[in-house]
């Protein structure tokens, strides 16, 4: 079972498997640069939507979309073709023209930093907040999506329910250092290794700290995994 103690040898074994695989969330991180507005427009329209679909839409927008201004001057119907097939993108469309209104009025027409300030634009919850503040902005910040937090229950870092469960639990298990990195570590992970089914638990590079690897070990359930 993984422990406190395990975080560094954890970290390390994910950053080398970062590096090597070819996961989703790596082509994702590479197809927008990482300023407030892309990082911001990407992480909105990556909600409920595959990686590999979110880069391909973020591919076309932003050959037409570089700023808020463009994004406040573009015609709607043209800005639903350019984000389609994303999840939800009529409502997306609707939030990313309510964006530039928004920030004008609140903030002067700048992105904040802040995760809690964030949250008070139009399609931005708390995962999303959490990931544009901590990559844009370089605060520590740790974003909880479905990958980290199975993963990391999995592992028994954290015995938790629900998302804010996981990020404030992780935040008692991991150094303030790590926060920024947990995400696309974690999420690669679980993209090509810890699996939501039938994960790669031979080929596991942390199976060692994994309870949940012990008890498919040892209830003799391992071949199946």
């Not at 070819?22 to 892309?38: G, N, V």
């Not at 984000?83 to 700048?110: A, D, H, M, N, S």
């Not at 999995?154 to 995400?183: A, D, M, S």
Request: proline letters at 6%.
């Amino acid at each position: 079972m993984a422990q406190k103690a395990n975080v560094p040898m954890i970290i390390s074994a994910l950053r080398a498997h970062y590096r090597r695989c070819k996961a989703p969330i790596a082509k994702f991180e590479r197809s927008h640069p990482d300023t407030p507005f892309h990082t911001l427009i990407a992480t909105i329209l990556s909600s409920r939507t595959l990686d590999h679909t979110t880069s391909t839409a973020c591919r076309r927008l932003f050959k037409a979309v570089h700023n808020i201004d463009d994004l406040e001057n573009i015609p709607a119907t043209k800005l639903k073709k350019l984000i389609y097939p994303v999840g939800f993108y009529k409502v997306k469309t609707r939030q990313l023209k309510q964006l530039p209104e928004t920030l004008k009025r609140l903030f002067g027409g700048k992105i904040p930093d802040s995760a809690e300030n964030l949250m008070r634009l139009p399609g931005v919850g708390r995962k999303t907040a959490n990931l544009v503040a901590s990559r844009a902005f370089g605060k520590d910040e740790i974003c909880v999506d479905t990958h980290v937090h199975r993963v990391n229950n999995r592992l028994g870092l954290v015995h938790t329910k629900t998302p804010l469960e996981t990020e404030n639990g992780l935040k008692q298990v991991f150094p303030g250092k790590y926060w920024r990195e947990i995400n696309h570590l974690f999420v690669a992970f679980g993209q090509t290794i810890c699996r939501p089914l039938r994960p790669k638990c031979e080929q596991c590079p942390i199976n060692k700290y994994c309870q949940y690897y012990d008890f498919l070990k040892y209830s003799g359930k391992n071949k199946r995994s």
